[in-house]
């Protein structure tokens, strides 16, 4: 059992996320390397302090550059603002140090070029944060698809949608600026990356991507309340997918419905316990959709629970990524999804953004 320092940027609410992640894998997976919380880096001297002593850090500070370059700080898990990703991804990979980055993985397309260049030219373990394709349901609908459970897939429909800015009278917050923090931003990285993680890759899109309130208060809105569009996978099949910020009564809608020739697929993570298979088995009279449980036959569920139907959540699935990191750094090879994941899904993103401007259909190889 070998130790390894983690140094976490970043203390709020994905910062506690990992740090919780982090002081509890050890004990739920037994992972050959056990993570010792090192240090947190804030954007206050004052907050760094605050949240070093809650959640168990050895030493806080305000400066990423001290975190990084701090020799105890074995491995860097990146939980700040997308405008700093770059800068400390790269310092990091320049002194050969493993980087998991919450998604999106770069500011901009070039951005997410660049650190996936400088992970593969360092040679260092890399990973980004699509945590709810990690539950146990959505590792088992994938690995149905790929034992051809339900055929040749046909056509998928996915959806990320949630009501936090649902009512137009709510106030102006930081998340309100800038492309980076809107829908496009925010939600869709997980959904795209859940149909190419289903699916495979998308090849053509043509999308619709609009701001429906204009205005919160006094503040002008620069980025997306709501956005959808059609797709054709590489594989031939049709797709179309919807990400919404407004939607009115979803507070969690990450939800996939996947057709294929011999079956299908529905999940649904405000049910995240459960997943619905149909399959064209049996008398016609008797064909339906069934709810399968998740339990301990199903992937990392048994090291939380022996119990079938008691359930994961939340925080499971980012133990689940933190166990996925320390595997890779102690076996040195890279776990998908790596920051090449993170790059395609910034490259869908920004081609969804370029089709809406231009209004017309675009290939995805192009940007």
Same mark, same amino acid.
């Given at each position: ?61 305000? %400066? ?5 370059? %701090?020799?105890?700080?074995? !491995? ?70 790929? %034992? ?179 595997? !890779? ?22 081609? !969804?953004? %370029? ?13």
């Amino acid at each position: 059992m070998t130790e390894i320092g983690i140094g976490i940027i970043g203390g709020g609410y994905m910062g506690k996320a990992h740090a919780a992640a982090y002081a509890s894998v050890g004990a739920i997976f037994d992972t050959a390397l056990r993570p010792r919380l090192e240090m947190v880096c804030a954007s206050s001297d004052a907050s760094a302090e605050r949240y070093q002593k809650a959640f168990g850090f050895a030493r806080g500070t305000a %400066d990423w550059r001290v975190l990084v370059h %701090d020799p105890k700080v074995e !491995a860097v898990v990146i939980a700040s603002p997308q405008d700093t990703h770059r800068d400390i991804a790269l310092a990091a990979f320049a002194l050969g140090k493993p980087v998991f980055c919450e998604k999106p993985l770069g500011a901009t397309l070039a951005d997410s070029i660049a650190m996936t260049e400088a992970a593969k030219q360092a040679g260092a373990i890399n990973m980004v944060g699509f945590n709810y394709i990690r539950t146990p349901a959505a590792q088992y609908a994938r690995q149905l698809v790929a %034992d051809g459970r339900i055929g040749d897939i046909t056509w998928f429909r996915g959806e990320h949608t949630e009501d936090f800015f649902a009512d137009p009278a709510l106030p102006a917050t930081w998340r309100c600026q800038g492309m980076g923090n809107g829908t496009m931003g925010d939600l869709a990285p997980h959904m795209i990356n859940a149909a190419r993680a289903l699916i495979g890759p998308i090849a053509a899109l043509c999308a619709q991507v609009e701001t429906v309130h204009a205005q919160r208060g006094d503040i002008a809105v620069t980025n997306d309340d709501q956005a959808q569009f059609m797709c054709r996978f590489e594989n031939g099949a049709q797709g179309h997918l919807f990400f919404s910020r407004i939607a009115t009564g979803r507070k969690m809608g990450y939800a996939y419905e996947i057709h294929g020739t011999k079956g299908a697929i529905r999940f649904d993570q405000e049910d995240q316990n459960a997943l619905h298979l149909y399959t064209m088995e049996g008398p016609e009279a008797e064909r339906g959709f069934r709810k399968i449980l998740t339990g301990p036959a199903h992937p990392d569920y048994l090291p939380f629970c022996q119990g079938p139907g008691h359930g994961t959540g939340y925080q499971d699935q980012i133990i689940i990524e933190a166990k996925d990191f320390l595997t !890779a750094i102690a076996t040195r090879t890279n776990i998908w999804p790596t920051f090449a994941e993170g790059l395609e899904v910034n490259r869908v993103v920004t081609a !969804a953004i %370029d089709s809406s401007e231009k209004q017309t259909w675009v290939d995805v190889s192009d940007y």
